[in-house]
């Protein structure tokens, strides 16, 4: 699902959700050389972030729509 079509609920939701994996070892889906990571301090929010803006975050988000009870 494209970052622009995210409410900002569901974007917390996926970069939180992905920072979590990310601090429990989980690999960066992104490349990120030492310099970069310094730069962002090693925080696993703001490589979530990264990785949801090239749109490589292995989340999905399924909406209910009201006309599909």
Do not use: C
């Amino acid at each position: 699902m494209s970052e622009e079509k995210l409410t900002k609920y569901e974007r917390a939701r996926i970069i939180g959700s992905r920072a979590l994996q990310i601090s429990m070892g989980a690999p960066f889906l992104v490349e990120l050389n030492q310099a970069d990571l310094e730069r962002i301090r090693y925080n696993p929010i703001e490589i979530a972030k990264l990785e949801l803006e090239k749109g490589v975050v292995p989340i999905a988000i399924v909406r209910t729509l009201p006309h599909q009870r």
